[in-house]
């Protein structure tokens, strides 16, 4: 049972990466996904998380409009595609599994039980 990151690297501001997080040992389509982000001294942050059961999918404000959640189920892995990056965006990015994106007071709660050990993303102005 694991979820392994990939996809991280360093980007100028305004560029694009594409994270995958690869599922692997679990009921992958009843499975809620997310991505989280830690950033140096800040709290860890959920930013995006998809219901496999129904396609359902959620952003934080901060990234809305620029980042996109998918997922193949052939490959049971959940990709982030991140467009328009900025320094702000520079962290490990984490993706987690469970059943259910958990949402409270507009934010993704943190109570994924499976995470995956992170990939660095630095974006450079």
């Known amino acids: 049972v694991q979820l392994v990151e990939s996809g991280g690297g360093s980007v100028q501001a305004g560029g694009s990466r594409r994270l995958s997080c690869a599922a692997s040992?679990?009921?992958?389509?009843?499975?809620?996904i997310a991505w989280f982000r830690q950033a140096p001294g800040k709290n860890r942050e959920g930013i995006s998380c998809?219901?496999?059961?129904?396609?359902?999918?959620w952003y934080a404000d901060s990234i809305k409009g620029r980042f996109t959640i998918s997922t193949d189920s052939a490959k049971t892995t959940v990709y982030l595609q991140m467009s328009n990056l900025k320094p702000e965006d520079t962290a490990v990015y984490y993706c987690?599994?469970?059943?259910?994106?958990?949402?409270?007071?507009?934010?993704?709660?943190?109570?994924?039980?499976?995470w995956g050990q992170g990939t660095q993303v630095t974006v450079s102005s």
């Open positions: 987690a599994a469970d059943w259910s994106c958990s949402i409270q007071a507009g934010a993704l709660r943190d109570l994924f039980g499976l």
């Open positions: 040992g679990f009921a992958f389509d009843e499975a809620a």
């Open positions: 998809t219901t496999n059961t129904d396609g359902s999918t």
